[in-house]
């Protein structure tokens, strides 16, 4: 039941690892073990098998039965020994290797003349058997061995373990200029222009080194891109090494910190060799701040090979000799996290911002999504582009997508208005669970939530106009209540704040109000609120008491009022920030009880139609609003006081 301006998950963008999912690793490992079994008992058979029938003998015995004169013929194959008797029957022995047989009868005091009765035969060691017995021993198990391991190292890649093979080598992944499938250009990058605009330099340097290092000019070593998550960095590097016609090598920072101390570092260097000798190239490290998090704080558990890591790209771009043609892109959606030294001039002293698209950049982003779909004639994406503020350039990708499948899933050959006004809400809420069925009580104890969030959003003055009501449950929400506001926000002031907070407080006081009880359901609205009245009280300066103080520097890094430890805050000052949160609250739910109070006809009307039709949109909800005295704001109502 949430008050659903809650941004979608936003889609990752890292590489899908590709889990294993064969037989466990044991099992594979007692196959290798029993084939192993077989083959050893294979080989003792064949050995067996040759050597069959023939019993053998110690020379002495040998030497004794020529002197006997019982021995008719003897083959000499290297060392073993085949003695023909007169009753051809066959026995072996084997000599010395050192010696030749002669010489040893001679020294078993065997006579001359009996020995010269007997054939003796002197066979190269060339034989298939030979072959057979002196290699099988050396090749079968070296063969076996070789076997395992390729076998395991095929079953081990891209799920996580092939890194055991493959230790130092970086994992980078490379886009050569000449692959034009994977070749990105600042064409299919839209809006974001300051971001291209300053790129385009790189571009330039790329192309064009001689001119810059004629004048002498020295060429940045480092970009950085900072963003929210989906605006389009990994989009905008991949865009300038396909504007510059450059290999692009990009690694995640994630990847660093995967496996075994010291992998990062060498991979890092590795990655810098490689690039160098393609250069003019770019290096492309996404996500960063894996790897570039301040360093000592403890945030993260002091990890020593990110830090290892980390040292290791700062001297591998000090190591660039200037004009080096490697240019080293980075993107990060938390800039307040990196490393100062990242930051310092001859790193990344670059910083390209890219925010979030405003009205005119999201109409651009989802025509360049929609390049390759059939839109249908209704198909307004202006009108898409009003009803998506707070889209990053992923969503915008992800509606279009969706509203494709929608098109394909009803067997239609053209994407409607329809289709997309429906993917608005699936990419931000998650799709609809009409299948999430809720019972008699359960629907009206929502319809009441919802409508509670409806009518606060109304009234207030600084809240959001509501454009749908809906108790179907989508994601996690049981409903949601979709409010817009009318125009790209880039700020927001107290008053907004305040009146948000009374909003997402709407659901709980019109469940406490109507049924005197309360219900897990509002436990994400308050999650939400308090952690909005916190920053209000820690980060943006909106409390009364602490006034105009940074209090935390984001994640929970106190600036200000430190204990020991230098990164937490004392008690005391904890304690203080609660009970100023506690206040903004206090206000904002005296704000929203008041007017839930005041409008009950409206709340109860709004919660009436939710059981009926389940989904009420703008038009209908604002007849409902009309009949119980509420005027719908209009955009133009927006109460800004004077300037003093
Ligand atoms: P980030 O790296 O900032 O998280 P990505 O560059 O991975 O975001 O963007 C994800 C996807 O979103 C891209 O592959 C692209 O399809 C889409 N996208 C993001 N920004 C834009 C944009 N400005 N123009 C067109 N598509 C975009
Ligand atoms: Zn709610
Ligand atoms: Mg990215």
């Not at 200029?177 to 990105?184: S, Y």
């Not at 790209?313 to 240019?327: C, S």
């Not at 209704?378 to 009803?387: F, H, K, M, S, Y």
């Amino acid at each position: 039941m949430s008050s659903a301006q809650e941004s979608p998950e936003k889609p990752q963008d890292k590489q899908p690892k590709i889990q294993g999912d064969g037989p466990s690793i044991w099992l594979q490992l007692a196959v290798a073990f029993a084939v192993f079994l077989v083959l050893s008992a294979g080989y003792s058979y064949v050995r067996e098998y040759v050597n069959k029938e023939k019993e053998s003998i110690p020379l002495s015995q040998v030497a004794a039965d020529i002197a006997a004169g019982k021995i008719d013929k003897i083959l000499v194959e290297g060392d073993s020994i085949t003695a023909t008797y007169a009753d051809k029957t066959e026995k072996t022995s084997r000599k010395e290797s050192e010696s030749s047989l002669v010489q040893t009868l001679a020294d078993y005091q065997v006579p001359a003349d009996m020995l010269a009765g007997v054939h003796i035969e002197i066979k190269d060691e060339s034989g298939f058997k030979f072959w057979l017995l002196t290699l099988l021993p050396i090749f079968v198990p070296a063969l076996l061995l070789f076997g395992v391991i390729w076998y395991l190292s095929r079953q081990l890649r891209g799920g996580g373990g092939m890194q055991a093979f493959t230790f130092g080598r970086s994992l980078a992944r490379m886009v050569s200029p000449e692959d034009e499938v994977q070749r990105v250009t600042f064409k299919d990058v839209a809006g974001a222009k300051e971001a291209k605009i300053e790129l385009t330099e790189i571009v330039d340097f790329l192309k064009n080194p001689k001119k810059f290092i004629q004048i002498g000019a020295r060429i940045p070593k480092g970009v950085l891109l900072m963003g929210a998550p989906g605006t389009g960095k990994t989009l905008l590097a991949r865009a300038v090494a396909g504007e510059a016609g450059v290999p692009f090598f990009s690694i995640s920072g994630s990847e660093f910190v995967e496996m075994f101390v010291g992998v990062g570092a060498s991979r890092v260097r590795d990655l810098f060799q490689t690039a160098k000798k393609a250069a003019p190239s770019i290096i492309f490290v996404d996500e960063i701040d894996a790897v570039g998090r301040v360093r000592g704080t403890g945030v993260g558990g002091g990890n020593d090979e990110r830090e290892q890591t980390l040292n290791q790209i700062l001297v591998e771009m000090d190591g660039f000799e200037p004009n080096e043609k490697v240019i080293v892109m980075a993107a990060t959606n938390r800039p307040d996290v990196l490393d100062p030294a990242l930051l310092r001039p001859g790193r990344f002293d670059r910083r390209v911002t890219i925010d979030l698209p405003d009205r005119k950049d999201r109409e651009e982003i989802l025509g360049v999504h929609s390049r390759q779909k059939p839109l249908g004639p209704d198909v307004n994406l202006a009108v898409i582009a009003e009803r998506t503020p707070g889209f990053s350039g992923a969503d915008l990708g992800n509606l279009m997508n969706e509203g494709a499948i929608l098109a394909a899933r009803e067997d239609r050959k053209e994407i409607t208005q329809y289709d997309l006004l429906r993917s608005i809400e699936k990419v931000m809420l998650g799709p609809e669970r009409r299948s999430h069925v809720l019972n008699k009580r359960e629907k009206e104890i929502t319809a009441y939530h919802e409508a509670g969030h409806a009518i606060v959003s109304s009234v207030l003055p600084y809240a959001d106009p509501v454009h749908k009501v809906s108790i179907i449950s989508r994601g996690r929400a049981a409903g949601y209540t979709l409010k817009l506001p009318f125009d790209d926000k880039r700020m927001q002031s107290r008053r907004e704040f305040l009146d948000d907070i009374a909003v997402s407080l709407g659901g709980y006081i019109a469940e406490k109000m109507v049924f005197g009880d309360l219900t897990t359901g509002a436990s994400n609205d308050l999650q939400v609120l308090t952690a909005l009245a916190r920053d209000m009280v820690t980060r943006y300066g909106m409390s009364e008491k602490f006034g105009a103080i940074a209090l935390e520097a984001g994640q929970g890094r106190a600036m200000f009022g430190h204990g020991l430890e230098g990164g937490e805050m004392s008690s005391e000052l904890a304690a203080e920030i609660d009970k100023e949160v506690q206040k903004i609250v206090g206000e904002a739910y005296k704000k929203a009880e008041d007017v839930m109070t005041k409008h009950r006809g409206a709340l109860d009307a709004i919660a009436k139609a939710l059981i009926e039709v389940e989904t009420i949109e703008r038009e209908e909800f604002e007849k409902i609003l009309i009949a119980n005295g509420v005027v719908p704001k209009k955009k133009d109502d927006i109460i800004d006081p004077p300037l003093a």
